[in-house]
């Protein structure tokens, strides 16, 4: 069984700065993969950042990176220089292997609020 | 055009009639998915669906059915509707390969919300 932890229900950050949001995964699956999505009080799901479990670079997209900790089972968000826009929940994800196809499950979601 | 499209985008219903959500997706993928995502925010996975395997999650009610006429369609029929299924449902779709890179990301709808009264 696999697990996605995302430990900060609410974020708050102020304009122009950097944040974190914390995701820790559990999975016994060699091969697997990391997602980020936003979801802005409209309602849509927007895909950020993928991660593959191979990957030896850290994912990056625009102000968007991904800080992967393989050993730690870390797949923590940054986004750089917070933009009023950025105020939304975001959910962490994992697609693992399931029989013949691979599942995307979700983290709990943190809400982040961006302060002018 | 949309990528993936979801009809009705709301729907309000009495607790024990049957509805139907469709979902339709342009992109060629091939695999399909259902997400309920309560009032807490938090995304369940219902059914995943390719034209190799139905997977269900075991906690999902029999209530609920995936129908799938063509791999451009998953459409979610609902049987004797409680109080407990409103939600907001997104339907989603993903490709394991995409011109030769690996990403799997999911292509969602923009949800449909149900309300049982």
């Known amino acids: 069984a696999q697990k996605i932890t995302q430990t900060q229900p609410g974020m708050f950050v102020q304009e122009k700065e950097a944040v974190t949001l914390d995701c820790t995964y559990d999975t016994s699956d060699q091969s697997y993969g990391l997602f980020w999505y936003k979801q802005p009080s409209s309602g849509e799901m927007i895909f950020l950042i993928y991660q593959g479990s191979y990957d030896e670079q850290n994912a990056t997209e625009g102000r968007y990176s991904l800080n992967f900790q393989k050993a730690r089972k870390s797949a923590n968000l940054v986004i750089s220089a917070s933009q009023l826009g950025d105020s939304a929940m975001y959910f962490c994800a994992m697609r693992e292997r399931y029989g013949g196809s691979y599942i995307p499950t979700f983290g709990r979601g943190t809400s982040l609020i961006v302060h002018p | 055009d949309t990528a993936v499209s979801q009809t009705p985008k709301y729907l309000v219903t009495q607790m024990g009639n049957d509805k139907s959500i469709k979902c339709e997706q342009n992109?060629?993928?091939?695999?399909m998915y259902w997400y309920k995502q309560d009032s807490k925010k938090f995304l369940k996975i219902m059914f995943s669906y390719n034209n190799k395997e139905l997977i269900i999650n075991e906690t999902v009610p029999n209530r609920f059915s995936p129908k799938s006429p063509d791999k451009a369609h998953l459409n979610l029929h609902i049987n004797s509707l409680e109080l407990g299924d409103s939600a907001v449902y997104f339907c989603?779709?993903?490709?394991?390969?995409?011109?030769?890179?690996?990403?799997?990301?999911?292509?969602f709808g923009e949800g449909s919300r149900l309300t049982v009264l």
């Open positions: 989603a779709s993903s490709q394991e390969r995409r011109k030769g890179i690996y990403t799997g990301e999911l292509f």
């Open positions: 992109l060629g993928h091939d695999t």
